[in-house]
């Protein structure tokens, strides 16, 4: 019995690379506030009222449609166009660089490479770098999104260093043990630790994602900087943010351009979170100075 799901699956697969295939998945982005509001639970200066009217706008901020465009080796990730609300263009665009979102992102799983334009500071980066490699552990366990049977994988996977979602509030004084003997690591090393959030705030260095992906549609290609499956992958949990697929769109007959970003300065992916930091560095420099009566100043890139 179980030979049957196999051969259809060898039909379907066939069936799609026989011909010139193309796709159009749309998925619907949420983040758990929870976690990232106790990022202000320790700030007097923040009224309730004012804590409750933050999470009103970060519910808000991160409720957003995505449109992945793919074919059998490439895609094209980016946000769905919308009109702004008036007055926060600018702090939105800020925010999703904070995110580590934000442009159109290019993947191509033949190649394994991706490539992304972001806009930081009113300056254009286009990253190019290789795919990440995920080591998925693939299991049994299916359920039905839409019409589609789709089945779980999991991943451990290292967050992004300049995505404040990977920050929380230090747990207990215990860190202060670690931080300590990471310091002492890093002189031996020769390295300094760069922390561009509160000292009171760390970063989450691994993340268990689920998957579910969706052997029907036999492209290894997902939302955001997922890929690698047997399977489109319809749903991705990071543990903070859901990724849901909502719509699907085979084979239309509106044919979409997947093709990579070209503009902006280049750099490695490396090279754009350490801009990042630097920056964020700066800015958090100056908000001290400002608050203890120091100059402050703008350094540029």
């Keep these: 019995m179980k030979k049957i799901p196999l051969l259809l699956a060898l039909f379907v697969s066939q069936y799609f690379f026989a011909q010139e295939f193309q796709g159009t998945a749309v998925y619907e982005s ?24 933050i999470e009103e706008r970060m519910k808000k901020m991160f409720e957003k449609t995505f449109i992945l465009n793919f074919n059998k080796s490439a895609s094209i990730y980016k946000e769905e166009e919308k009109l702004d609300a008036p007055g926060t263009n600018n702090g939105g665009r800020m925010m999703m660089s904070m995110m580590g979102g934000g442009g159109t992102q290019y993947k191509n799983v033949k190649e394994k490479m991706y ?8 300056k ?16 049994s366990e ?64 691994e993340k268990t994602i689920t998957a579910w992906y969706c052997p029907e549609i036999p492209i290894n290609q997902g939302p955001d900087k997922y890929w690698g499956l047997p399977g489109l992958i319809l749903e991705v949990n990071d543990g903070t943010t859901v990724l849901l697929c909502s719509k699907i769109v085979l084979n239309s007959k509106e044919k979409v351009e997947i093709k990579a970003p070209t503009k902006g ?37």
């Design 30 to 53: 949420k983040t758990s506030t929870a976690e990232l509001m106790k990022n202000f639970g320790g700030n007097r200066e923040i009224t309730p009222e004012m804590q409750k009217n």
């Design 115 to 122: 490539a992304v334009d972001k806009e930081f500071f009113s």
């Design 124 to 139: 254009e980066f286009l990253i190019k770098d290789s795919l990440p490699k995920y080591q998925w552990q693939m299991g």
């Design 142 to 205: 299916t359920k039905k999104i839409g019409e589609y049977t789709c089945f779980k994988a999991t991943a451990v996977v290292a967050t992004d260093p300049t995505d404040f979602r990977n920050f929380r509030m230090r747990g207990s004084r215990n860190d202060e043990n670690k931080e300590k003997e990471q310091k002492e690591k890093d002189s031996v090393n020769g390295t300094k630790k760069t922390n561009f959030m509160n000292d009171d705030i760390e970063q989450i260095k």
């Design 265 to 301: 300065k280049e750099v490695t992916q490396k090279e754009y979170d350490e801009i990042v930091k630097k920056k964020m560095e700066e800015m958090r420099e100056m908000y001290g100075g400002q608050r203890g009566g120091g100059p402050g100043g703008r350094r540029g890139f």
